[in-house]
């Protein structure tokens, strides 16, 4: 019997062994090999930062300046929850051309239908085609691909043309258009767009042809008209945007009334989607950008000539109202200018991104980075190579900055967030394996 006894308590210790050795077992998932047990040390005084053998052996057959091998966090921070954007909402008044969607006012073509029989009010054939189907069902990736997105500013106006001007004539709106172009301009050259702008300086007063010759030769793609609103009545205020009407639609102060450029197509409707997507996108972030310094005055079409005569996307910003009290004492200020210019260029994100789906967090600029350190004196001796002639530059400023990094592009977790969120909008699919009259618009 106690031979018997001495078995049993030699075949547990033997057990015991055993499972303890498979405690130490590194699964497929959780290392290279994935096949062996994590030898232990063979003697009570070894180091405890005792290399094992195999991996002794493997560190041999590696190069000597081969970089180790990344080290996995225990305590790596969970994914961002994804975003929750709201379901798009589109409120309609029958017999009325002014809607809301998503809380943005925007004007129809033709007034609301009313269904009587499902007591609900819906926008005409037209308007659904090619006002709200663009909107609703926009696309849900980048615009571009594999190179930086080129983005055209018009500052309006400029040189001798004033544009609109203050009623104690302090304010033009050259000016201001010209400050809030530069502006949104350095938001873009450091999110990795490359940016022209028609003009940089008060010096000479372009022709409207030439403002969309110069996007067009420079293969811009997309267009955006900046400037300022002015009326008779100083009561008048707010933003407003502007996309050419598509065929069959009038402009907005025309609306009901059929005229013959209607049925005429130009330039401007190669881009038809587009062009309310990019308008829209553009005041939806400058009426929130603004909140209450000014009124949503709405997304509008009509038929200026720089929108007629576009090859891209287009559309055409009217910042607030110089003969406004309120919008005028809003937009002399710098922090009014830099509010304007977030908008515009949060718009442009929205666009260029296809992040047009609402509730989703609006692009922020990436922060600037450091300046480069000054470079030595070269040598007398050295040879350096000649600086190249302008002579034979291009009048056009065409910058061309190098994207930055971009961490929250190249993060999976927030990647992954935002496709949730666009899946969650349903624009994601699910997963599975005034008109032309040529005065200075």
Not at 38 to 49: L, Q
Request: proline share 9%.
């Amino acid at each position: 019997m106690a031979f018997l006894r001495n078995v049993f308590r030699a075949s547990l210790v033997a057990s015991a062994a055993a499972l303890a050795g498979c405690a130490t077992t590194q699964g497929p998932e959780e290392g290279e090999g994935g096949s062996g047990a994590v030898p232990a040390a063979e003697s009570a005084d070894a180091p405890a930062a005792a290399v094992p053998a195999p991996a002794a052996a493997a560190a041999v057959s590696q190069p000597a300046n081969a970089p180790a091998p990344a080290s996995q966090p225990t305590n790596a921070p969970a994914a961002l929850p994804a975003p929750k954007p709201k379901p798009w909402k589109c409120d309609y008044s029958a017999g009325r051309t002014l809607a809301k969607l998503d809380g943005v006012s925007v004007y129809l073509a033709k007034p609301a239908v009313s269904d009587w029989k499902r007591k609900s009010v819906s926008p005409a054939p037209l308007d659904a085609k090619l006002t709200v189907a663009p909107l609703v069902s926009a696309r849900s990736t980048p615009l571009v691909s594999g190179r930086p997105m080129r983005v055209c500013l018009d500052p309006g106006h400029g040189g001798t043309d004033s544009g609109a001007v203050s009623k104690d004539g302090k304010t033009a709106e050259k000016t201001v258009a010209l400050d809030i172009a530069k502006r949104v301009a350095k938001k873009l050259r450091a999110d990795g767009f490359e940016v022209l702008l028609t003009r940089t300086d008060d010096e000479t007063a372009l022709e409207l042809s030439e403002r969309v010759e110069k996007s067009y030769r420079w293969r811009a793609d997309a267009f955006v008209s900046i400037h300022l609103n002015s009326e008779s009545r100083t009561g008048a205020r707010g933003i407003e945007t502007y996309a050419f009407p598509a065929m069959g639609m009038e402009s907005t102060a025309h609306a009901g009334k059929a005229t013959v450029e209607s049925k005429t197509k130009f330039h401007g409707n190669g881009h038809d989607v587009g062009n309310v997507q990019l308008a829209y996108c553009i005041q939806r972030r400058l009426v929130r950008a603004a909140g209450t310094k000014t009124e949503d005055r709405g997304f509008r079409r009509a038929r200026w000539i720089v929108l007629r005569d576009a090859r891209a996307p287009a559309t055409l910003v009217e910042c607030g109202f110089v003969s406004s009290p309120s919008d005028l004492a809003w937009l002399r200020t710098e922090s009014g200018r830099e509010t304007v210019a977030r908008g515009i260029y949060e718009g442009i994100c929205d666009f260029a991104f296809g992040t047009m789906a609402p509730g989703l967090p609006a692009r922020t600029p990436p922060p600037a980075r450091p300046a480069a350190p000054a470079r030595t004196a070269q040598p007398a001796a050295a040879a350096q190579p000649a600086a190249p002639s302008a002579a034979g530059a291009s009048s056009m400023e065409r910058v061309s900055a190098p994207p930055p990094e971009r961490p929250l592009d190249k993060d999976p977790s927030v990647r992954a967030a935002r496709e949730a969120a666009l899946r969650a909008a349903g624009l994601l699919p699910a997963e599975s394996g005034k008109p032309a009259s040529g005065n200075g618009k």
